[in-house]
């Protein structure tokens, strides 16, 4: 029962800015978009969070469309080390459940 | 502070044996959380606690599977017997408060049965 929709990977240009979208139609009033990163070999790590406006923190922006339909996480200045699997998750008051998310590659 | 950590870091076994993989929150982290991970199917969220108390463990595979809280500041998770297709990481995070779903997860165990 998947949420959310994220291509499956991606590249990107070192000290370029990184565009993750993520689609989730279906995202309910109380549902919050969550954005995860997985470096390998590392537990999950949390990065952002939102309900309907956007939101900025040290790691990044998170961009949410007016309809709640999608999102997207904008890493300013990607470096080697966000090479990761990011995850788009979309929950209420509930767990988190990880999708496949979206493969990340940031090439020198 | 040293964030949410678990033991064994490894771990490998034979078929059959017990195995007891452990995990301590970050004090004050009211949630705990432990998932695995498995290339055919992903990260699972396979049980969750409240303030010690287990609130939804239908990820639990099978009764082969059982995880305790018995305080604030430690979990395990036993498997018991083990078989292969057990192997996998098992990751365990904690949270501030529950609902909250800002986890911070700890370094994982990776679980090899033979």
């Known amino acids: 029962d998947a949420k959310t929709t994220q291509p499956p990977s991606m590249d990107c240009a070192e000290g370029r800015a990184a565009n993750l979208p993520c689609n989730h139609s279906?995202?309910?009033?109380?549902?919050?978009v969550y954005w995860y990163r997985q470096i390998h070999s590392q537990g999950p790590q949390y990065i952002i969070h939102?309900?309907?406006n956007n939101e900025t923190n040290e790691m990044a922006s998170l961009i949410i469309t007016e309809d709640r339909k999608s999102s997207t996480l904008i890493l300013p200045h990607a470096t080697l080390r966000d090479t990761a699997v990011y995850y788009c998750?979309?929950?209420?008051?509930?767990?988190?459940?990880f999708g496949k998310g979206t493969r990340l590659s940031v090439i020198a | 502070d040293a964030g949410v950590i678990q033991s064994p870091r490894h771990e490998v076994t034979e078929m059959g044996q017990e195995v007891t993989l452990r995990c301590k929150p970050i004090?004050?982290?009211?949630?705990l959380f432990w998932y695995r991970q498995t290339m055919m199917r992903g990260l699972e969220l396979l049980i969750y606690?409240?303030?010690?108390?287990?609130?939804?463990d239908s990820g639990m595979p099978e009764d082969r599977f059982s995880a305790k809280m018995p305080n604030a500041s430690f979990s395990t998770l036993k498997i018991q017997p083990s078989e292969p297709r057990d192997s996998a990481v098992y990751f365990c995070?904690?949270?501030?408060?529950?609902?909250?779903?800002?986890?911070?997860f700890g370094a994982g165990s990776r679980l090899t049965v033979l």
């Open positions: 998750i979309v929950i209420g008051n509930t767990p988190l459940v």
């Open positions: 995070a904690s949270d501030a408060a529950s609902g909250a779903n800002v986890l911070t």
């Open positions: 279906t995202i309910s009033g109380n549902e919050y």
């Open positions: 939102g309900l309907k």
């Open positions: 606690f409240n303030n010690n108390v287990p609130i939804d």
């Open positions: 004090s004050g982290h009211n949630s």
